[in-house]
């Protein structure tokens, strides 16, 4: 609801210093950081003590809770501040520009302003406006005025400008207000003198400013005014030395006046008019000739991007007279022209108000010398013409306010306070008003004077003028500050005025007008201005003092769309007012008009016309009307209701079937509540259905609905018209129709009665029943006969002598109604006492019917054992018997049903159904014997060689399932007899089948006939009854355990056949001995091996049978052959396996017999045997003979305990070879003995060098002059990473052990490597390769190994680093970062170039590295490194070349480690980021440290790589090992030993998958190697043997932490290794 249009006072916040002073002629203009005010009179006085106004700036702050909050202004250091002025204009041009014009500047003596400023409320700084000259020729009046300058005349007594307080302003500014009855007479003469001193150009003295001595006529007047002011005083009767002024008259109980209204003042101004009209306008300072006049009291008003300028106050020099010329000011060009209009302009008038709307400006009162004004005047700005609007408020004032607010529709300007004429009597009796007017805007202008919404004794606003006043339009009020009445103001009040102007939209319209009570319907409101506010909307109906809302939605600025209220229970079927409100804003002063009505019911309406008729015209259009009607029976009189309407003729589809299809139709709303629906149909029957869509969205059918019209090719002329001959027709017949029945019932229920006539009473009583079952139709049908005659009517049809029967037949009904209701009445006695009888009647067949039913259980057809000859004809007897009882009990039914007591048979209804029931059960049971005597008997007389079980079982099985379906009760001797035959046989079926399997033999006969007492001969001729009379359904279960037996024991004779021819054709394959073709080995083939798992299962399924004792002895006897194959050829099998291994080294190798005579004499005399058994299983190549051989296992044993012997012995052997050549330790022991086997012969031992060394695939040999039956020499080798060769600068003889001359082969590449290297080392300094990145791209290109190449450039860069840092003062690491990026530009160039496989990829290593090295140095120039010291630098791994070495040493924070020259061949290098660089200081400090390194990490994060990466940066062989659950502790000893003794690095990858067993022992293994390296020890013990310890050694783990399988590592082991994550 709006906010009540009442004062309310505001109170101040915030601190008390900002406190503006009371006071007058100020202004408010709105801007968007609050209401800025500007100057005003405030009782300040200049130097000379006369009254002066000031130059303030403040902002006001509106806040919530009825507060508000003053804030002075900091101007800009920059800004410079206008001239102090009271009673100037003010207006916004731009959202952050305020203009003011003219003003008082000074109140004694009198001057006015003309000048312009701006201020700019975005850096909050004052520029003054400097009018342009208007253009040449084209002067007017305003340039040939002159006045005054502005200036500040208070000088001191030597001449020079006093410092005036008026540039102050905000509190600072505030000057002490001396009383007013302090003027002396000698200030006002001095002023006088002074300012005419001043005019004239004379010189200024001191005695001007002592009481102005001058002029003789000066004095004189002053003499005389001054008595005079003081005669007044003393007339007053006032005592002391202070007078009391004269107040104007003020009719009202508080004092009110003008402004500066004391004699003192009034003498004030007539001093200055005679200073004026006494002085001679010289010329000697001239006003601006480009602005108007100086003035003040006038209005500006912007208009578009101009202001223009009206009347005042004021003029040049010191006169003072009102002004009503128009200046207009283009804010352009800033150029004043004078405004030539046409028309009746105003009078002359200052003290005026002004505002600005469409294209006109209006101006309203004010007052001059001889006049006050209440009238209003327009200016048309685009065709300069005045004219009086002729529209005017109370009484004439002036000095009042005035505030133009935007509204829908209309805008309002609201006039507030003021001096107004009240009493008629002038300027003179003015009183101040506090009143408010406002004026509508409309087509038609109006003034109002609203209501004030208060009580009598709340605050209010004093009279006063003079007061500023502004609008808020976000909470929609007025706000005034400050005045004058008698004194000047500093209040702050504030008015809602939201019920007068309203909220920033408007509501004009509602489509559609009207809509049902029950609402949910869909409107769209129509209006403006509605996307001006945010928030919920409120759409309210209200008739009176009831009223609904809903919610609505948004569409545009002119649409909101909602759904109605319902107010069914509140306002009805009324006319609405519609009202919007939206978010916190008030409900619209506009409203529009909405009709409620009654919803349109289904079971009222009803539809009539030639559509719903018989026999119309087919293939013509045809129509009928739907009339819709409320709760109340009357017609609707409007539309927009919703119907389901279908119209469906029958037709025969292409099958033959009668289907409904769908004829088109057309539904026209004719806006009055009836609806007119058009079809076309072909000759047949139509359905018509039409269903209204009631207030909850569901179809209700229309009464009479659905209807079926009939269409013919041959109907009548314009059958389809509602004055057509059917219509016509219909209205006579049904007319007839409704007489036929009145007639009928009339009759009828007029019978005369006698006692005892039941028959007769039945009838009235029926016709009474129809009259009230007739009703409603009888309604309908003359609803459509009324509403079909309205409609002939309406087509100029007479219609009268239907509606005169019409109503002369309602009028029958109507009575006849009344007649049935009489009758029902009379014959009630009659009624009760019929009724009582036959209930009697009723009471007594019951009990009949429950005798006879108690004595059927006793009938026949309940035994079984009666037969069924017998059951069948006591059942049709009791049928007999209960069709007499329904025919009796049909006639006591009717007469129940008349009497309405029909459920009082019900009780004889269910006697009867039970017993219909049971017999009917009873029926079904021996009709299905009848069913299984026929099928069983047929099984009984088939051949046993005939007899098909399965089909058998079949029809007895859905036999049983018939006789569950029979409904009769299951404990009956009947019921249970039949079930009993039927089990049997479900019995016997399923053990003929099991007999009938050919697994039966004589035995198993013999069996049964035991079993069963009687005794049989089974042939295929005898029938199935000799079956049956063994009563085999007596012992179902020895029958199925016989017949099983016999299949069992079928299954195992053919499983004893299927072995037997099986392994008749298992033989041995053989394939000839590598090193002798003539020993063959033997093999059983996979599929042997297969088959003979199964049938080993398969015996002993047999041994778990209990049918086993007719075949034991047979499946004993191939349990243990097969059993004796089965072990025999394992044993075989590793036999041949291990003599096939050790023969190669027992036998072919002279180093194993060298160092194992014993065992290879032990072994000579097992090959002989082995030998022996091989060449006997060749001879037998039978499996089942050969290995059932007697001694044949025991013989196989014992070589295999000889063999195992010799191999422990070798792999002693083995162990020592390791020791010798430790990286032994990491190949397989096949690979170990195909070395050792060939040691001999270094050509076939080279192959497997990649095995051990990490990046060399073989070895170039020469034999000595050519004699290739001695040792080679290794003259080379090749990289199996990459493609290389490396020349040896000295050959190497491979003589002696395998193990010597590959521990040789590692110094001979080590030291080739250290020998390319310093040479390369040399070559790169001594040529200054580094100088020039082209010569430095073919260094790389052409050199030898990849390697060494590597390294001259990683020495080269530290080398290139450290020495800009020596020079850092110089910009040298500035200097070296540009250096390398020119170096790393030439290796790209280079790539560019025709290069082959092997040369580029060393260039794109060289590139890696390169990039790497230069985002190095980009970081330390970055971070402004200035020392070699600095972590960042020392972070990074270094190489340099020791001269006192002549090695190269890898270096990294305090970690010193020796290139490792291990050879890496010519692969691709890893993308070093910070990152790894990380990576790398953590796992050098950890090697430094002597532990091991955890890198830890998800699956595919470069753990493993960065390791292998590290290990190629420091040229040391990294073995990568993948932990399994499957290793032990033992491989794991191995691999430390092979670490620890070759000073090799391993990076076990995933080691959390070891299990914890092994993961503990672990910890004990490595921490005895880092024992070791810490007390530089040169051997240790590990798992009982004694190793050489290399203290190069490096261990590493990766881990997938978290993973499903990994292993928590122990805390001790955890503690040996540094975690990397």
């Not at 009078?347 to 600005?356: C, K, V, Y």
């Not at 007897?877 to 006639?891: P, W």
Request: with cysteine; aromatic share 10%.
């Amino acid at each position: 609801m709006p906010f009540p249009y009442g004062w309310i006072k505001l109170n101040q916040s915030g601190d008390a210093e900002r406190t503006v002073t009371p006071r007058a002629g100020h202004t408010l203009t709105p801007m968007s950081q609050g209401f800025f005010m500007f100057g005003g009179m405030d009782g300040r006085r200049n130097d000379q003590g006369n009254p002066a106004p000031n130059s303030d700036l403040f902002i006001l702050k509106l806040g919530n809770k009825g507060e508000y909050e003053w804030q002075p202004i900091e101007l800009d250091a920059a800004s410079q501040v206008p001239p102090v002025r009271t009673l100037h204009s003010a207006v916004g041009t731009s959202p952050d520009e305020i203009f003011i014009w003219g003003g008082i500047h000074s109140a004694m003596p009198f001057q006015t302003l003309q000048d312009g400023w701006i201020l700019d409320t975005s850096c909050m700084e004052w520029k003054p406006i400097h009018f342009k000259a208007a253009p040449a020729g084209n002067k007017g009046a305003a340039a040939r005025r002159m006045s005054g300058q502005i200036q500040d005349r208070s000088v001191d007594d030597a001449g020079r400008k006093k410092g005036s307080s008026l540039k102050l302003r905000g509190s600072k500014a505030r000057a002490s207000v001396s009383g007013r009855g302090s003027i002396s007479f000698s200030s006002l003469a001095g002023a006088a003198t002074r300012a005419v001193s001043d005019r004239r150009g004379s010189s200024r003295t001191s005695a001007a400013a002592a009481g102005g001595v001058g002029s003789k006529k000066w004095n004189g007047i002053l003499q005389k005014k001054m008595g005079l002011m003081l005669s007044s005083s003393r007339g007053g009767g006032g005592g002391g030395g202070a007078s009391s002024m004269k107040m104007r008259k003020n009719p009202g109980p508080s004092p009110t006046g003008n402004l500066m209204a004391t004699s003192e003042e009034q003498f004030h101004e007539e001093l200055v008019a005679m200073v004026s009209q006494g002085q001679k306008d010289d010329g000697s300072a001239s006003a601006d000739p480009n602005a108007p006049p100086p003035r003040s009291n006038h209005t500006t008003s912007l208009h578009e991007n101009s202001l223009i300028l009206f009347g005042g106050h004021g003029g040049i020099g010191y006169s003072r007279r009102p002004f009503n010329d128009t200046w207009v000011l283009n804010l352009d060009n800033q150029r004043w022209t004078e405004m030539a209009c046409h028309g009746n302009p105003p009078a002359p008038r200052s003290g005026h108000q002004a505002f600005s709307k469409d294209g006109c400006v209006y101006i309203f009162a004010g007052w001059n010398n001889e006049l006050q004004f209440n009238d209003l005047f327009m200016l048309d700005v685009e065709n300069k013409d005045w004219s009086d609007v002729d529209l005017s408020w109370g009484v004439p004032r002036w000095n009042c306010s005035l505030q133009l607010v935007e509204a829908i529709p209309s805008w309002r300007v609201f006039v507030f306070g003021g001096t107004a004429d009240l009493t008629g009597e002038g300027r003179t009796g003015g009183t101040f008003d506090n009143r408010i007017g406002a004026l509508e805007l409309a087509e038609q202008f109006r003034w109002s004077d609203p209501q004030l919404e208060m009580k009598p004794d709340e605050p209010m606003p004093a009279p006063r003028e003079h007061s500023a006043i502004c609008y808020d339009k976000d909470e929609s009020r007025l706000i005034i500050f400050g005045g004058w009445a008698n004194k000047w103001l500093d209040d702050v009040w504030q008015i809602n005025v939201s019920s007068i102007v309203g909220p920033p939209y408007a509501i004009s319209s509602v489509v559609p007008p009207l809509g049902p009570v029950t609402g949910q319907m869909k409107v769209t409101v129509y209006g403006v201005g509605f996307m001006s506010t945010n928030g919920i909307v409120i759409i309210e109906f209200t008739a009176g003092k009831l009223s609904a809302q809903t919610q609505g939605n948004v569409i545009s600025d002119e649409v909101i769309e909602c759904l109605t209220p319902a107010v069914a229970s509140t306002i009805g079927p009324k006319e609405c007012q519609v009202r919007v409100q939206i978010g916190p804003r008030d409900f619209t002063t506009t409203l529009a008009k909405y009709s409620y009505f009654l919803n349109t019911v289904a079971d009222k309406s009803l539809c009539f016309g030639p559509g719903m008729l018989q026999e119309q015209q087919a293939n013509q259009e045809t129509r009928f009307v739907i009339q819709c009607r409320n709760q109340n029976g009357e017609n609707r009189k409007s539309g927009r209701d919703e119907f389901v309407i279908t119209v469906q003729q029958r037709v025969v589809n292409s099958e033959g079937k009668e289907v409904l299809r769908d004829v088109p139709f057309e539904v026209n709303d004719q806006n009055d509540g009836k609806y007119e629906v058009k079809y076309i149909a072909d000759e047949g029957e139509v359905v018509v259905d039409v269903k209204l869509i009631d207030e909850n969205g569901k179809p209700q059918r229309i009464r009479g609905s659905p209807f079926r019209p009939t269409f013919s090719k041959m109907a009548r002329n314009k059958a389809n018209e509602h004055a057509g001959p059917v219509v016509t027709a219909w209205l006579a017949s049904t007319l007839k129709s409704l007489d036929e029945f009145y007639q009928n019932t009339n009759t009828g229920h007029q019978t005369k009665l006698k006692d005892g006539d039941v028959m007769n009473l039945i009838k009235v009583m029926n016709h009474i029943q129809d009259m009230y079952k007739e009703e409603d139709t009888l309604i309908l049908r003359q609803d459509e006969i009324f509403e079909t005659l309205q409609q002939l009517d309406r087509e100029g049809v007479p219609s009268d002598k239907q509606l005169k029967v019409l109503k002369k037949t309602g009028a029958n009904l109507t009575q006849l109604k009344e007649d049935i209701v009489a009758k029902e009445k009379e014959i009630q006695p009659m009624m009760q006492k019929e009724s009582a009888k036959y209930k009697d009647e009723i009471v007594a067949f019951e009990e009949e019917l429950k005798t006879y039913q108690g004595g059927l259980r006793k009938e026949a057809y309940y035994y079984y054992k009666s037969g069924l000859e017998l059951a069948q004809k006591r059942l049709n007897d009791v049928t007999n018997d209960l069709n007499s009882f329904d025919s009796r009990m049909e006639d006591l039914l009717h007469i129940a049903t008349n009497f309405n007591y029909p459920e009082d048979l019900n009780g004889s209804k269910k006697l009867m159904a039970a017993m219909r029931e049971d017999v009917a059960n009873c029926t079904g049971l021996w009709n299905f014997e009848v069913q299984r005597i026929k099928i069983t008997e047929g099984f009984l007389v088939i051949k046993w060689g005939n007899v098909v079980a399965g089909d058998m079982e079949d029809e007895i099985k859905a036999l049983f399932k018939k006789l569950k379906e029979v409904k009769v009760d299951r404990k009956s001797d009947c019921f249970t007899g039949v079930q009993d035959v039927v089990k049997k046989w479900t019995i016997f079926c399923p053990l003929i089948g099991e007999l009938r399997d050919p697994a039966m033999r004589t035995r198993h006969w013999t069996q049964l006939m035991d079993l069963c007492g009687k005794s049989i001969i089974v042939t295929p001729d005898i029938l199935l009854r000799d079956m049956w009379n063994l009563e085999l359904h007596k012992f179902p279960d020895a029958v199925e355990d016989t017949a099983d037996q016999a299949k069992q024991e079928m299954k195992m004779e053919n499983v004893l056949k299927k072995l037997a021819k099986e392994w008749t054709n298992v033989d041995f394959g053989f394939e000839p001995h590598k090193n002798n073709p003539e020993v063959l080995l033997p093999k059983l083939a996979d599929d042997k091996f297969e088959m003979l798992e199964e049938h080993q299962v398969q015996v002993q399924n047999m041994f778990a049978s209990r049918f086993l004792a007719t075949f034991e002895t047979e499946v004993v006897t191939w349990q243990k052959t097969l059993s004796n194959v089965a072990e025999t050829s394992a044993l075989l099998e590793e036999v041949k396996r291990s003599w096939v291994f050790l023969e190669n080294l027992f036998i072919y190798s002279d180093e194993v017999k060298k160092e194992l005579p014993e065992d290879t004499d032990k072994f000579v005399g097992l090959d002989m045997d082995v030998k022996e058994m091989l060449m006997n299983c060749n001879q037998i190549q039978s499996a089942k003979e050969f290995c059932n051989q007697s001694n044949i296992y025991q013989k196989l044993e014992k070589v295999m305990e000889g063999l195992e012997m010799c191999q422990k012995a070798l792999f002693e052997f083995m162990d020592g070879k390791k020791r010798a050549f430790p990286r032994f330790y990491f190949m397989s022991s096949n690979d170990l003995l195909d070395v050792l086997s060939n040691g001999n012969q270094p050509a076939k031992v080279v192959p497997q060098f990649p095995k051990f060394f990490i990046a060399i695939d073989s070895f170039d040999l020469e034999f000595p002059d050519g004699d290739e039956t001695q040792r080679p020499n290794a003259v080379g080798m090749n990289a199996c990473v990459g493609k290389e060769f490396v020349p040896f600068p000295e050959p190497l003889p491979l003589i002696g052990k395998v193990e010597s001359y590959l521990d040789k082969c590692i110094d001979w590449f080590r030291m080739a490597l250290k020998f390319f290297a310093k040479k390369d080392i040399g070559e790169y300094y001594e040529k200054k390769i580094g100088a020039d990145g082209v010569l430095r791209g073919k260094f790389i290109a052409d050199s030898t190994a990849a390697q060494c190449a590597l390294l001259v450039q990683l020495v080269s860069w530290v080398l290139l680093v450290e020495q800009g840092f020596e020079k850092f003062e110089s910009n040298g690491v500035h200097d070296a970062w540009q250096e390398q990026a020119e170096l790393l530009l030439k290796l790209i160039e280079l790539t560019m170039t025709n290069l082959d496989k092997p040369t580029r990829q060393k260039v794109m290593c060289a590139i890696t590295l390169d990039a790497h090295n230069r985002d190095v140095q980009e970081r330390l120039v970055l971070e402004k490194v200035e020392s070699k010291d600095a972590f960042q630098w020392q972070s990074m791994l270094k190489c340099y070349w020791r001269e006192e070495k002549d090695d190269a040493s890898m270096e990294i924070c305090d970690a010193i480690m020796p290139y490792g020259y291990e050879y890496l061949g010519n692969g691709p290098r890893l993308v070093v980021t910070p990152l790894t660089d990380r990576i790398y200081v953590t796992a050098t400090q950890s090697l430094w440290l002597c532990m091991g390194c955890a890198p830890q990490g998800p699956a595919g994060t470069g753990k493993t790589e960065s390791t292998k990466d590290l290990a190629n940066a420091v040229a040391k062989a990294c073995y990568v090992i993948n932990a399994a659950p499957e290793m032990d502790y033992l491989s794991l000893a191995d691999i430390y030993k092979g670490l620890s003794s070759s000073g090799t690095w391993g990076c076990f990858d995933e080691f959390n998958r070891l299990v914890p067993e092994v993961l503990s022992v672990c910890t004990v293994q490595f921490k005895a190697v880092c024992d070791a390296i810490r007390a530089h020890q040169n051997r240790f013990m590990l798992q009982g043997d004694e190793i050489f310890l290399d203290p190069e050694i490096g261990c590493y783990i990766t881990m997938n932490p978290g993973y499903l399988g990994r292993s928590e590592l122990p805390e001790g082991l955890k503690a040996l290794f540094r975690p990397i994550t």
